[in-house]
């Protein structure tokens, strides 16, 4: 039948709760899927979303966003600002024929690495279940 789909997931992970927490299931050697690709931002509300429609109209099967645990962000209300623009921006991507599911908003701390690898591993398992990026699947990558 070919070969078995690989996910390509792209994970903005917030610097100070998320990152860390990453780090910490690195460290204990939790199981974390190698279809996720961390990138750092300082925080989530400073993700600009046309960096998610960047890398899901480049192929990204499936964006994970993460953050500080409301009320704990270290710039104050930031995490609010990021619930918001990602609620609205799975509206645009129902508008381009994406699976809102493609794109998911998670809360871990940086003292939380066994919930992230259960958060990245239930990801990773949900894109898989998609299927490829019908973008990708169009060859417009």
């Keep these: 039948?070919?070969?078995?789909?690989?996910?390509r997931i792209v994970g903005f992970l917030c610097n100070w709760c998320s990152y860390a927490g990453a780090d910490l299931a690195g460290a204990?050697?939790?199981?974390?899927p190698s279809s996720i690709t961390p990138i750092k931002v300082m925080c989530s509300s400073r993700?600009?979303?046309?960096l998610v429609l960047t890398a899901l109209l480049r192929g990204a099967d499936g964006?994970?966003?993460?953050?500080?645990?409301?009320?704990?962000?270290?710039?104050?209300?930031?995490n609010y600002y990021a619930r918001r623009?990602?609620?609205l921006l799975k509206e645009v991507l129902a508008a381009l024929?994406?699976?809102e599911d493609r794109l998911s908003l998670e809360w871990i701390s940086?003292?939380?690495?066994?919930r992230f690898a259960d958060v990245a591993s239930d990801f990773d398992r949900?894109?898989?279940?998609?299927?490829?990026?019908?973008?990708?699947?169009r060859g417009q990558t």
């Excluded at 204990?28 to 974390?32: A, E, I, P």
């Excluded at 993700?47 to 046309?50: G, V």
């Excluded at 940086?110 to 066994?114: M, R």
């Design 28 to 32: 204990n050697r939790l199981n974390v």
């Design 63 to 78: 964006v994970l966003v993460a953050g500080c645990h409301p009320g704990d962000c270290h710039y104050g209300e930031g």
């Design 47 to 50: 993700l600009d979303p046309t």
């Design 85 to 87: 623009r990602l609620y």
């Design 1 to 7: 039948m070919g070969e078995m789909f690989q996910p």
């Design 97 to 99: 024929g994406l699976e």
């Design 110 to 114: 940086a003292s939380e690495g066994k």
């Design 126 to 137: 949900r894109i898989r279940e998609l299927g490829p990026n019908p973008i990708r699947k």
